[in-house]
């Protein structure tokens, strides 16, 4: 195996920083010659190492443009993951980021792949696009949200194509609609460089920054709800938070909207499509059992007009995840104001992220179920 050393490091640093990478999410790369070695689906970048990484063979994954694929979606999904775990060298059991096949069309060295809150106000905001124009569009692409996988690596294929066509060379920079950031590099310094000079270009157009500081509740709510949501999920694991932003979002209906659907792929993944909203804790019951109804899964954020946020799932692990993807939905809402204001996956994009084989992998993963 490949010195993958700086690799690990690379990606422990991003993957360290909530302000990049959040639970599991994030993927980074490092190709070598005919080997690309790409973190494996449900790990970490946070605590990866060597081990984390899967190798797969360029060329038999650059074979897989040559193949054709059904147009069921099912089918489609189901035949390219099958190429892709064909693709690994001899002797490997890990599954493959499912990102794989996007990472290999990069011919730089490291690529690493991150959901910054910041940088996806732009990605989530109604008026991103022409934000990202504006101060990338010489060096990078955007890409529109379409179904993650293989239709992704396809519709990033025909960008770069498109890019290099016009400028005669390959982007470093991508923007992902409703999804994140990638960036291409020749080293680590120049991942950190180029990264850096995002973010700060990003933070200059920003506007209000989110207000997450600590408020006082009222103790007697608070038990009250507390023990409604112990009753109607026992066993479960429940974490609670009250800070200005989310008394401000959850003040009334309509302040809520801007966290009334899902903005990225991992905020459905740790944190469920729709959080819950109740004026009040004796509002909660009937509430849970309408959620339940229309969505045939269980809430795991409850947000409470003048009282703060639960997170409620099977065990602390995911419950602490559910919450800390809630924050980053506030913070995302937050900086898209200033550009168009928020903007949300389309519902079918929602739903197929729902019932997708490798979303749920990765979740299980990610959970230990």
């Not at 189901?78 to 890990?94: N, V």
């Not at 991150?114 to 732009?122: D, F, L, Y």
């Not at 819950?276 to 969505?295: C, H, K, M, Q, Y």
Request: overall charge negative; aromatic content about 8%; proline content about 5%.
């Amino acid at each position: 195996m490949a010195d993958l050393s700086k690799l690990v490091a690379l990606s422990r640093r991003f993957g360290a920083d909530p302000e990049w990478v959040l639970a599991g999410g994030g993927n980074t790369s490092f190709k070598e010659a005919g080997e690309l070695f790409v973190k494996a689906s449900g790990t970490s970048l946070a605590t990866i190492d060597a081990a984390g990484f899967c190798a797969i063979d360029r060329a038999r994954l650059d074979a897989m443009w040559a193949a054709s694929y059904p147009a069921d979606t099912e089918a489609r999904e189901a035949a390219a993951l099958a190429e892709l775990m064909a693709a690994r060298r001899p002797g490997e059991s890990k599954r493959p980021s499912v990102e794989t096949l996007m990472h290999g069309l990069f011919p730089q060295a490291y690529v690493v792949h991150t959901h910054p809150a910041a940088v996806n106000g732009i990605t989530c905001g109604k008026a991103g696009q022409a934000a990202f124009e504006s101060l990338f569009g010489e060096e990078g692409i955007w890409v529109p949200f379409v179904d993650p996988g293989y239709v992704l690596a396809k519709t990033v294929r025909e960008a770069l194509e498109t890019f290099r066509s016009r400028h005669g060379r390959t982007p470093a920079i991508m923007f992902m609609r409703n999804h994140g950031l990638l960036v291409a590099g020749e080293s680590p310094a120049e991942i950190e460089d180029l990264s850096a000079r995002i973010m700060s270009a990003v933070l200059s157009k920003a506007g209000r920054r989110p207000e997450l500081e600590a408020r006082a509740v009222d103790a007697r709510a608070l038990a009250e709800a507390a023990a409604t949501l112990a009753r109607l999920a026992p066993g479960s694991a429940i974490r609670f938070r009250a800070d200005a932003e989310t008394l401000q979002l959850g003040a009334s209906a309509s302040s809520f909207t801007p966290l009334s659907s899902a903005f990225t792929p991992d905020h459905i993944v740790y944190a469920g499509h729709e959080f819950l909203r109740v004026d009040d804790p004796a509002s909660i019951e009937t509430a849970w059992a309408d959620f339940i109804g229309r969505n045939r899964a269980l809430p795991r954020v409850i947000v409470i007009k003048n009282l703060g946020v639960f997170s409620c799932a099977t065990d602390a692990a995911s419950a602490e995840k559910a919450m800390l993807l809630y924050i980053d939905a506030c913070k995302v809402a937050v900086y898209a104001e200033s550009f168009g204001g928020p903007e949300h996956m389309a519902k079918e994009k929602i739903d197929f992220i729902r019932n997708w084989e490798v979303e749920k992998y990765r979740s299980s993963v990610n959970t230990g179920t």
